[in-house]
């Protein structure tokens, strides 16, 4: 069964510092990977897009990393602001059986003072 | 970026009612969306695939006929929840593929929160 899955759940982190979230999936055959970013009672923003010959990308103070060969990813989050506290949502794109989404569970990131 | 416009983004309606939530690209065509629901903490999950001028095609489990949508234009989805219950509460989610673009990126709306009373 294709599945996503984040760590950590929750983070809690003081305003400045990096933090690191993990993604592992199981989907095969892999397209694509991505993250997103939901703010509480808002639709997801994109964030990055990986397919599966990228090893990293970044956007501004967010860099993703892509091993395919573990089918792991990491989102790094640079200088962490108190606007980055949301939902980071890792969504893996299946290319057999209709190109189909698995979307993990999401790591909510909380930035404080 | 492309936009997606999702109304209304809260309703409250009455056990037994239908309420209806529009999914539109702004700037872009869409003969593909997506409406997805979400609970709180937990991640979106898929109810159907919407394409322009044919049916949907809904996930396992999902009833068609209480979840009922429409892509009547290349902008303009929308899905209405009929004979809504309070277990129908949730927080619904659209997304749009821009026509000719990217096959990989996809555009959500801001999400349409459901409380049924």
């Known amino acids: 069964k294709n599945q996503v899955e984040q760590s950590p759940q929750s983070l809690i982190i003081l305003e400045g510092k990096n933090c690191t979230l993990q993604?592992?999936?199981?989907?095969?055959?892999?397209?694509?990977l991505r993250w997103y970013k939901q703010d509480t009672g808002r639709g997801p923003v994109s964030l990055t897009i990986?397919?599966?010959?990228?090893n990293t990308k970044s956007n501004g103070r967010y860099t993703a990393t892509l091993d395919a060969d573990t089918k792991q990813s990491s989102l790094h989050i640079t200088a962490s602001q108190l606007s980055d506290s949301a939902s980071y949502i890792c969504?893996?794109?299946?290319?057999?059986?209709?190109?189909?989404?698995?979307f993990g569970t999401g790591t909510q990131l909380k930035v404080e003072l | 970026g492309a936009v997606v416009s999702q109304h209304p983004s809260r309703v409250i309606c009455k056990s037994g009612t239908s309420v209806k939530i529009e999914c539109r690209s702004l700037?872009?065509?869409?003969?593909?969306m997506f409406w997805y629901r979400q609970f709180p903490k937990q991640s979106l999950m898929l109810m159907a695939t919407?394409?322009?001028?044919?049916?949907?095609?809904?996930e396992q489990g999902v009833e068609k006929d209480k979840f009922l949508i429409n892509h009547a234009s290349l902008t303009l989805s929308t899905l209405t929840v009929t004979s809504a219950h309070p277990e129908d509460s949730s927080f619904y989610i659209c997304?749009?593929?821009?026509?000719?673009?990217?096959?990989?990126?996809?555009?959500f709306g801001e999400g349409s929160r459901l409380t049924v009373l």
């Open positions: 997304s749009a593929k821009i026509d000719g673009g990217y096959t990989g990126e996809l555009f």
């Open positions: 993604c592992n999936y199981t989907v095969s055959p892999f397209s694509n």
């Open positions: 990986m397919t599966f010959s990228e």
């Open positions: 969504v893996v794109r299946f290319t057999g059986g209709g190109n189909k989404l698995t």
């Open positions: 700037d872009f065509q869409a003969t593909t």
């Open positions: 919407s394409n322009e001028g044919s049916k949907a095609t809904y």
